[in-house]
């Protein structure tokens, strides 16, 4: 009698088991969901969009040395062609986070799109964002510009944010140009077939630009009001974030690594580059790169958002602080 209860209970406990592997996938899928992920992560593997410039570079660093695995966390990052069609990607959830600039962030906020900032990638230099000239240009000061045509890679965004108010600072606004809008592959072309008169550049093509054409520099757009601007992050929906805090942290922890050795060591950025980019080994050796930030900084952040108001980007402020998760910095 005990032998066959005993049969009875071990035939039912393992109907129950078969029963359990069919509705939660594989072992490691099951304990997976019962204990939140890997070190109680709710969310392991992620899509992750990056557009091929150096403002991503941190992504790969920390996906190339492990310290997304060290986390738990699987990455797979996909190339990206522009913040808009990330950002469509990320609401409609085939992307978990993206990088963008943050000009776009704070856009798409103001649209009703409400975004997390989670992690700073870049950061503008002197010259790591410049307007740029054919060699033959009669064009001497920005001040020259006025009624002609000026090359970015995005209408109403971070290039024609900045090359305004280089425009300002000689007496010009934003209706005294043309902005048209080419990749920045495109621009060298543009400017020496005389479609553009000048072009709103970042690298590689500022380098190339430069070497194969002669193009020269105009302007660098990121001084006075743009110094040390604010370009890129990582943004996730604020509902990922609220429903992944933990895992949100795991991943501004390995990139946060990886951030700390892009900003010290710039070997480490040109080894990387042209693992994901067209830059090759002697251009990236040679190639002006902005800052890598270590930490989310709200005043920094603030800079970008009061621009946009100042130059009618946005209608009314928005706190860079409502931006940022609890688990940011």
């Known amino acids: 009698m005990r032998f066959g209860l005993a049969s009875r209970a071990l035939v039912a406990g393992f109907a129950a088991m078969l029963a359990l592997t069919a509705c939660g996938g594989s072992d490691s899928e099951t304990t997976a969901a019962a204990t939140g992920g890997a070190g109680g992560l709710e969310k392991t593997q992620l899509t992750i969009g990056a557009l091929p410039i150096p403002d991503s570079a941190a992504l790969y660093i920390a996906n190339k040395r492990g310290f997304f695995a060290e986390e738990g966390?699987?990455?797979k990052i996909e190339t990206i062609q522009g913040g808009a069609q990330a950002q469509q990607s990320l609401i409609g959830g085939t992307l978990d986070a993206t990088q963008t600039n943050y000009v776009s962030a704070f856009l798409a906020t103001a649209a009703g799109n409400k975004m997390k900032i989670i992690s700073d990638l870049y950061q503008s230099t002197p010259d790591s964002f410049n307007l740029m000239v054919p060699k033959d240009s009669p064009i001497k000061t920005p001040a020259d510009l006025k009624g002609k045509k000026i090359?970015?890679?995005s209408l109403k965004n971070i290039g024609t944010l900045a090359v305004t108010s280089v425009?300002?600072?000689h007496g010009l606004t934003a209706d005294d140009v043309q902005f048209m809008e080419f990749p920045f592959p495109d621009m060298g072309g543009k400017l020496e077939q005389g479609v553009v008169?000048?072009?709103?550049m970042t690298e590689p093509h500022?380098?190339?630009?430069?070497?194969?054409?002669g193009a020269r520099k105009l302007a660098d757009t990121m001084t006075g009001?743009?110094?040390d601007f604010a370009i890129a992050g990582v943004i996730v929906t604020e509902e990922f974030a609220n429903e992944n805090p933990k895992t949100v942290a795991a991943f501004q922890r390995a990139v946060g690594k990886a951030q700390q050795i892009a900003a010290s060591d710039r070997k480490a950025v040109e080894e990387i580059l042209p693992t994901y980019t067209k830059i090759d080994a002697a251009t990236a050796a040679v190639i002006t790169l902005g800052a890598?930030?270590?930490?989310?900084?709200?005043?920094r952040l603030q800079r970008v958002a009061d621009l946009m108001v100042e130059q009618g980007y946005l209608k009314s402020p928005i706190e860079?602080?409502?931006l940022l998760p609890a688990t940011a910095g």
């Open 167 to 169: 425009l300002k600072t």
């Open 206 to 213: 500022l380098t190339a630009a430069a070497t194969k054409l």
């Open 197 to 200: 008169d000048a072009a709103w």
């Open 73 to 75: 966390l699987t990455v």
């Open 225 to 227: 009001p743009t110094a």
């Open 151 to 153: 090359a970015v890679n």
């Open 320 to 322: 860079a602080k409502s």
């Open 292 to 299: 890598f930030p270590t930490s989310l900084d709200e005043t």
